[in-house]
Every structure is written in C-alpha cells, then in structure tokens.
C-alpha cells in the first residue's frame, strides 16, 4: 500500500504558473506510475498527466500539452506537476494517484488506479 500526500496549489492569475507535488510513503515508490487528475465543479473527473515508474515515458492530456509537465524525484519519493500557462478552464481540483505497475505506458484512466491523495485546490482569474 503507498499513502499520497499532496502540496502546493491556490490562486493565480492567467498566464502564471503552479508546482503540484505528490508524496508518497509506504511500499517502493519506483514501482508505482504516478496520475494527475483533475475535477471541476459540475464535471467529471479528468485526465491530465501521467509517468510511468521508470520515468521513461509520460502521457498527457491534449488540454495540457506544451503547457504542463509531470517529473519525479526518487530521492524525494516525490512526483512533481510544473502547470505553466495557466488558463481559467484549469480550474479544479487537483489529486494525485498511484497505480502498482512497470507498463511501459502509464494509465490515464482513473478506474486503474488504486491509492489517490487528497486532493488541492487550483484556481486560476483571468
């Protein structure tokens, strides 16, 4: 089992730039893909961006690309979400989440992921 504990978020305005992290603790981290997904208020869950365990591959959303990356740090046990561009649809909440899995390609579905952290707040004014 790996706890997520989640850091960073609020407010910012258009064309600013947030730094999302994602601890983990528990079992081996390096075994783990790591997911960012995101909520706004009256929709569905999203994908946004996703690395596999290796941080050999990373998939993300078409919304996002060019704009957001996604790194980790093993040494920290840390995953990282750098969102620079911001525009006001990137609003929502934010939730890191974990998946045991050395797939080449991590998931962007997040019915396969098992552990997800608690959720952070981005807000971002035009």
């Known amino acids: 089992q790996v706890q997520l504990v989640q850091s960073g978020g609020g407010l910012v305005q258009a064309g600013g730039s947030l730094r999302l992290s994602c601890a983990a603790s528990?079992?081996?981290?390096?075994?783990?893909?790591i997911g960012w997904f995101r909520q706004a208020p009256g929709k569905e869950r999203e994908f946004v961006a996703a690395?596999?365990?290796?941080?050999?591959?990373?998939n993300y959303a078409e919304s996002v690309k060019g704009r957001f990356t996604i790194s980790r740090v093993y040494a920290r046990n840390t995953v990282y979400l750098q969102m620079n561009s911001l525009k006001p649809e990137d609003t929502a909440v934010y939730f890191c989440?974990?998946?045991?899995?050395?797939?080449?390609?991590?998931?962007?579905?997040?019915?396969?992921?098992?552990?997800w952290g608690q959720g952070t707040q981005v807000s971002v004014s035009s």
């Open positions: 989440a974990a998946r045991l899995s050395h797939d080449w390609s991590p998931p962007v579905a997040s019915a396969e992921y098992d552990y």
């Open positions: 690395i596999n365990w290796s941080a050999s591959n990373t």
């Open positions: 528990g079992r081996t981290f390096s075994d783990y893909a």
